[in-house]
């Protein structure tokens, strides 16, 4: 979820991240435990799904530091679970900030891992497993930041919400749950969007402000034909009508757009990336379909979700024998829709674009919904600014849309503006969420912690 703009390196050291590292010290070593502690959870979909095992031991460390056990609800659904826990505020009319996270992990097999997955290994500064990225780091450091405000006596003005879904890497039912009964809220908050780039050097390079996502969606194209004896070809083949479809939606371009949130990313990205680069940012703002800018900007793999609708094929069945005229191909078209474009339209634009009556296009239930990008607010943008700012001077704050999907979509899809802002910094080469030996550095616990508190209190006094 921390896919952001492509833009060149600030340059800025690292000035302050070992100065502030004792800030927290008790919730500091609180969010390291129950990383470990969460890591060791097999919160996978499925037979031995232990993601409500994980929420009761959440729970537990909540009822422990200071949280009455009755705000806080565990709801099992299928083999997960979902957890609501309530830090009450004073005010009885001002509505209340949501944060949102996830308790469960992307599949691991131990035979494909140096280290086993689902054991938790500190080594060389880093901590290693599934979920030690995506997102149990984030979590922990939330819940641990949560503790520690109840440590100190803190009582917000609004309500703050912790909404922790059980199958976001999948089905996503629990998020949908969760969103048809709590959607009045001033914002939401996603702790797994957003986030922090890294030179190989360790300096910083951009932070990104999650404001809107794509919406995802699959479509099957399917043609089929009486087929035969291979000896005897005729002039229908399935596989060679699918073939030309996959041609055609190769060479085909969705036009170029644009909203607040990538308008502010390309316009922010333009003052540091290089000539040509920051040439087709600033000629896609003032017309999004210039052929010549959007042709640099979709040649950046970080940039071409950026500016429209991206269609991709997947996967491809066909045939039922190496001596047999096929009688069916199949394929799978993945894409990643732009905020405003239904679902509905790029099925009848791939229809349009393949141009042949034999095809028959089935659009999939993907299990997502669409949303519409979320309002730049000043208030979160300045005080996300400020909380960075503290770490890494300078760095820019770049607003981002993910090119993925993310819990928060269910709840903008409910009128809720929601922001992806973890404020973990990761060097590219230490990104393993989803892969294989997933790792990440310990020294973004005591910054984030840091964080999360500057934030919570920012928007909650």
Same mark, same amino acid.
């Given at each position: 979820?921390?896919? =952001?703009?492509?833009?060149?390196l600030?340059? =800025?050291?690292?000035a302050?991240g070992?100065?502030?590292?004792?800030?927290?010290?008790?919730?500091?070593?609180?969010a390291?435990? #129950?990383?470990?502690?969460g890591?060791?959870?097999?919160?996978?979909? +499925?037979?031995?799904?232990?993601?409500?095992?994980?929420?009761?031991? *959440?729970?537990?460390?909540?009822?422990?530091?200071?949280?009455?056990?009755?705000?806080?609800?565990?709801?099992?659904?299928?083999?997960?679970?979902?957890?609501?826990?309530?830090?009450?505020?004073?005010?009885?009319?001002?509505?209340?900030?949501?944060?949102?996270?996830? #308790?469960?992990?992307? &599949?691991?097999?131990?035979?494909?891992?140096?280290?086993?997955?689902?054991?938790?290994?500190?080594?060389?500064?880093?901590?290693?497993?599934?979920?030690?990225?995506?997102?149990? @780091?984030?979590?922990s450091?939330l819940?641990?930041?949560?503790? /520690?405000?109840?440590? &100190?006596?803190y009582?917000p003005?609004?309500?703050?919400?912790? =909404?922790?879904?059980?199958?976001?890497?999948?089905?996503?039912?629990?998020?949908?749950l969760?969103?048809?009964?709590?959607?009045d809220?001033?914002? !939401?908050?996603?702790?797994?969007?957003?986030?922090?780039? *890294?030179?190989?050097?360790?300096?910083?390079?951009?932070f990104? *402000? /999650?404001?809107?996502?794509?919406?995802y969606?699959?479509?099957?194209?399917?043609?089929t034909?009486?087929?035969?004896?291979?000896?005897?070809?005729?002039?229908?083949?399935?596989i060679?009508?699918l073939?030309h479809?996959?041609?055609r939606?190769e060479? @085909?371009q969705?036009?170029g757009?644009?909203?607040?949130?990538?308008r502010?990313?390309?316009v922010?990205?333009?003052?540091?990336?290089?000539?040509? #680069?920051?040439?087709?940012?600033?000629?896609?703002?003032?017309? /999004?379909?210039?052929?010549?800018?959007?042709?640099?900007?979709?040649?950046?793999?970080?940039?071409?979700?950026?500016?429209?609708t991206?269609?991709?094929?997947?996967?491809v069945?066909?045939?039922?024998?190496?001596?047999?005229l096929p /009688?069916?191909?199949?394929?799978?078209?993945?894409?990643?829709?732009?905020?405003?474009?239904?679902?509905?339209?790029?099925?009848?634009?791939?229809?349009?674009?393949v +141009?042949?009556?034999?095809?028959?296009?089935?659009? !999939?239930?993907?299990?997502?919904?669409?949303?519409?990008?979320?309002?730049?607010?000043?208030?979160?943008?300045?005080?996300?600014?400020?909380?960075?700012?503290?770490?890494?001077?300078?760095?820019p704050?770049?607003?981002? #849309?993910?090119?993925?999907?993310?819990?928060?979509?269910?709840f903008?899809?409910?009128g809720?503006?929601?922001y992806?802002?973890?404020?973990?910094f990761?060097?590219?080469?230490?990104?393993?969420?989803?892969?294989?030996n997933?790792r990440?550095p !310990?020294?973004?616990i005591?910054?984030?912690?840091?964080?999360?508190?500057? !934030?919570l209190?920012?928007l909650?006094?």
């Amino acid at each position: 979820m921390r896919v =952001l703009a492509g833009v060149a390196l600030v340059g =800025l050291a690292l000035a302050s991240g070992t100065a502030r590292a004792q800030q927290n010290p008790q919730a500091e070593a609180q969010a390291l435990e #129950m990383l470990k502690r969460g890591i060791a959870f097999r919160t996978v979909a +499925g037979p031995g799904n232990q993601t409500p095992d994980y929420a009761a031991y *959440l729970k537990a460390q909540l009822v422990a530091g200071g949280f009455d056990s009755a705000d806080i609800r565990i709801e099992k659904v299928g083999d997960t679970a979902y957890l609501v826990a309530r830090y009450p505020g004073t005010s009885r009319t001002a509505k209340p900030i949501y944060i949102s996270g996830h #308790m469960d992990v992307v &599949e691991a097999r131990p035979e494909d891992w140096t280290r086993d997955p689902f054991t938790p290994i500190v080594e060389n500064g880093y901590i290693f497993g599934r979920g030690a990225t995506d997102m149990k @780091y984030d979590l922990s450091n939330l819940v641990a930041t949560l503790i /520690q405000l109840k440590r &100190e006596g803190y009582r917000p003005a609004r309500d703050i919400v912790l =909404l922790a879904s059980g199958d976001e890497e999948t089905s996503m039912k629990t998020t949908a749950l969760m969103a048809d009964q709590y959607h009045d809220a001033e914002m !939401l908050l996603n702790i797994d969007g957003g986030g922090g780039s *890294l030179d190989e050097n360790g300096k910083p390079e951009i932070f990104g *402000l /999650q404001g809107a996502e794509k919406t995802y969606a699959d479509y099957e194209l399917t043609f089929t034909n009486p087929g035969g004896h291979s000896s005897a070809p005729g002039k229908s083949n399935a596989i060679y009508s699918l073939a030309h479809a996959l041609d055609r939606i190769e060479a @085909y371009q969705f036009p170029g757009e644009i909203n607040e949130i990538t308008r502010a990313g390309f316009v922010e990205g333009a003052k540091t990336a290089d000539a040509e #680069m920051a040439r087709a940012m600033r000629a896609f703002l003032v017309n /999004q379909q210039d052929p010549k800018a959007l042709a640099v900007l979709r040649s950046e793999p970080g940039l071409i979700g950026q500016t429209g609708t991206t269609c991709v094929a997947t996967m491809v069945t066909a045939g039922h024998a190496t001596n047999a005229l096929p /009688q069916r191909a199949t394929a799978n078209i993945n894409c990643r829709i732009f905020p405003g474009t239904s679902v509905e339209s790029v099925a009848a634009t791939l229809a349009k674009v393949v +141009g042949d009556p034999a095809l028959k296009l089935r659009t !999939l239930d993907s299990g997502t919904v669409a949303s519409p990008a979320s309002p730049l607010r000043p208030d979160l943008v300045a005080l996300v600014t400020q909380g960075i700012h503290a770490r890494f001077p300078g760095v820019p704050i770049v607003p981002a #849309m993910s090119a993925g999907a993310s819990d928060s979509m269910w709840f903008r899809a409910k009128g809720v503006p929601s922001y992806g802002v973890s404020p973990i910094f990761m060097k590219g080469s230490d990104s393993f969420a989803h892969g294989l030996n997933e790792r990440t550095p !310990l020294s973004e616990i005591a910054p984030s912690i840091t964080y999360y508190k500057f !934030l919570l209190k920012g928007l909650t006094r």
